[in-house]
């Protein structure tokens, strides 16, 4: 038998909700003085987007540093799988990729999903984000659970540029 989960109070919530918003918002400052006061840099929403994974997303750099600094997961994944460099390569953030990449976010990272960010900035048409991610190293013959490269997710998805662009990629051993 499992114990009841305690009921939130409203302040508790508020509070919740106020921190999110900060990693959203990119309000640095206060996110590390709440780190310094014992905030899981880790904490995740109810949708398992972690507060490194708002701020990303949301093109914040600096509340991004913050996060980092203060022991932030590059690697932890959202409900649906997604990594905040994946979320940097979908909206084209080259910064926040750039300082991922610096703090150990792994290229060719795919969280609990199949694709990678080098898939996700492919689709969009990225082409400065499929640039940097393969001077870090991203595999460009990396395929997803059901065999599909960037290359093909970009054909599929109309991108112009991106699906030549990783055809003419260097590839590894080559």
């Known amino acids: 038998m499992t114990d009841p989960k305690p009921e939130l109070d409203a302040d508790t919530l508020a509070f919740a909700g106020r921190v999110f918003q900060y990693a959203r918002m990119g309000h640095a400052e206060e996110l590390a003085g709440l780190f310094g006061q014992g905030l899981p840099a880790n904490l995740r929403n109810d949708k398992g987007d972690s507060l490194l994974m708002l701020a990303a997303y949301n093109g914040q750099v600096e509340a991004t540093r913050a996060i980092l600094e ?3 997961d590059p690697e932890l994944a959202n409900d649906r799988g997604q990594t905040p460099l994946a979320g940097a390569a979908f909206k084209g953030s080259i910064e926040i990729a750039r300082l991922l990449l ?5 290229v060719d990272g795919v969280g609990d999903g199949s694709r990678t960010a080098l898939m996700t900035a492919a ?3 990225r082409m400065e984000m499929v ?8 595999d460009p013959d990396f395929r997803d659970a059901a065999g599909k490269s960037a290359a093909d997710m970009a054909r599929a998805m109309g991108a112009q540029a991106t ?3 990783l055809d003419k990629a260097p590839r590894r051993g080559a």
């Open 70 to 72: 203060a022991g932030g």
């Open 131 to 138: 640039d940097l991610l393969l001077a870090h190293g991203a």
């Open 163 to 165: 699906p030549d662009q």
């Open 123 to 125: 689709m969009f048409d």
């Open 102 to 106: 610096a703090h150990g976010a792994q």
